[in-house]
């Protein structure tokens, strides 16, 4: 096996968005305190959950 052969590659689905669609319910509660579904697509707005 050659390990500089394997490349890292992703399908682009963020855990954000896997939430969203895995968890609806989660990500309900999240959208309802954050006011907004921003969080979906911006990681610094799920920040705001701390305060």
Do not use: H, Y
Request: proline share 6%; charged share 25%.
């Amino acid at each position: 096996m050659w390990p500089e052969k394997f490349q890292n590659k992703t399908n682009g689905v963020t855990p954000r968005r896997w939430m969203r669609f895995c968890n609806p319910g989660l990500s309900g509660i999240i959208t309802k305190w954050l006011g907004t579904e921003d969080w979906i697509l911006n990681t610094e707005k799920l920040a705001e959950l701390r305060q």
